[in-house]
């Protein structure tokens, strides 16, 4: 009996030996199993798409003419420097695209070993043009990579093309149109938004009609171009001088900035209203008269209207040395044709301490749309009584002289 009870112990612990064993081997296979699945599934990422494309927007509005630039990422997930070939599929009809690199077209790339996570970064760029004619609608094309070790990538991007692409850039004025005379300069101003996200450089540039100059001014500075940052603005003030022999009439100034990848442009309009002139001469059309100390010089003087407008209130004044008078027979000229004169007389009364010599008195005529200035040269002279009299004293003079000397000559 008791060899018996001896025989199941050994037994059961026999059993519980082979039991443990059992357990000890499942465990190991279940670890050994997962080894295995994390290598099946892992292996074929680097085997068969050790390389990688990709860009940053692969979703972009634009419109019918213009021309976008997809900047390209790589990735090498594998331990070689890989040599890539480049490809378009599925370009829409009549747009024509092209890689680029360091300025010029490409159609392979060397693709280093990803080891820095951006060393391929913006290494390769596609440009593509979508022609004038494009229809509005969603298009679609795939940009595509294939290196000499099998691995290949396909990157798929979209463009919608409409009438006036979302967040495009622009050129705009805040008051485009503007009137006045051949005399004013006009100043508009404007700004360019670069709505992409690279900086860009815009060429400035106007078609004016000839004898008109068109300036432009960036920070206060004269510039023919411009930078922008991505996404950033650009105050231009654009300063347009009509020739002062211009006809009234509206004339369109069309104003470019142009980058390298489109043209932006706004046209500017100006509304001649006329031409303001005023001019004021003697009769005899000299600018100067004679006057004598004390004495009123009447002068009879033309107010001219030079201009292709009618002018009105035109008010006269004067501006002569301390202590003339000058009086005008008429101060105001209620209306004025264009192109026609109106006579008025100046009294003109030189100061009583006035002496012989030339002075400058200017005579102004002036109202809300234009005036003038103009000098005239006035020769003072004494009178012929005074020069008599002034001879006699020194005549007088002379005599007293010779009488002291003849009288204490001998002393």
Request: charged letters at 20%; proline letters at 3%.
């Amino acid at each position: 009996m008791e060899c018996y009870k001896k025989l199941i112990s050994t037994e059961k612990e026999s059993l519980l030996r082979t039991h443990r064993k059992t357990c000890i081997l499942r465990k190991v296979l279940a670890a050994f199993a997962a080894v295995i699945l994390a290598t099946v599934f892992t292996i074929p990422a680097f085997a068969s798409g050790g390389l990688e494309l990709s860009t940053r927007y692969t979703g972009i509005y634009a419109k019918p003419g213009d021309t976008l630039n997809f900047d390209l990422d790589f990735s090498n997930y594998s331990d070689s420097v890989l040599d890539v070939t480049l490809s378009a599929a599925g370009l829409p009809e009549h747009w024509t695209g092209y890689f680029e690199g360091g300025g010029k077209p490409i159609s392979s790339v060397c693709i280093h070993p990803d080891s820095t996570g951006d060393s391929n970064s913006r290494l390769v760029s596609y440009n593509v043009t979508i022609p004038d004619d494009a229809q509005k609608g969603d298009y679609s094309f795939t940009l595509k990579a294939a290196a000499q070790n099998e691995s290949e990538s396909d990157l798929q991007v979209h463009v919608s093309v409409t009438d006036e692409a979302a967040g495009s850039n622009i050129l705009e004025t805040t008051y485009p149109e503007q009137q006045g005379d051949s005399s004013k300069t006009f100043t508009f101003n404007s700004t360019i938004r670069n709505n992409s996200s690279s900086e860009q450089t815009y060429s400035l540039s106007a078609e004016a009609p000839a004898g008109w100059s068109v300036s432009f001014k960036a920070s206060g500075t004269a510039v023919s171009s411009v930078e922008v940052n991505g996404h950033g603005t650009q105050a231009v003030t654009i300063t347009v001088t009509p020739p002062a022999s211009v006809e009234a009439g509206t004339y369109t100034i069309p104003v470019k900035a142009t980058s390298s990848s489109q043209d932006l442009e706004q046209d500017l309009k100006i509304t001649i209203t006329g031409t303001y002139a005023l001019d004021v001469q003697t009769t005899d059309s000299r600018l100067s008269f004679d006057a004598n100390v004390g004495k009123t010089q009447t002068v009879a003087l033309n107010v001219i209207n030079n201009g292709n407008i009618d002018l009105q209130n035109i008010n006269l004044n004067s501006q002569a040395p301390s202590g003339w008078t000058v009086e005008f027979s008429e101060s105001t000229i209620d209306l004025l044709p264009a192109g026609q004169t109106k006579e008025i007389t100046v009294n003109v009364t030189p100061g009583k301490e006035a002496m012989s010599g030339d002075y400058i008195m200017k005579i102004s005529a002036k109202n809300n749309e234009t005036s003038i200035d103009q000098s005239f040269r006035v020769t003072v002279k004494t009178s012929t009584l005074w020069g008599i009299t002034g001879i006699c004293l020194i005549g007088l003079i002379l005599l007293g002289v010779s009488e002291v000397f003849r009288r204490f000559g001998r002393h």
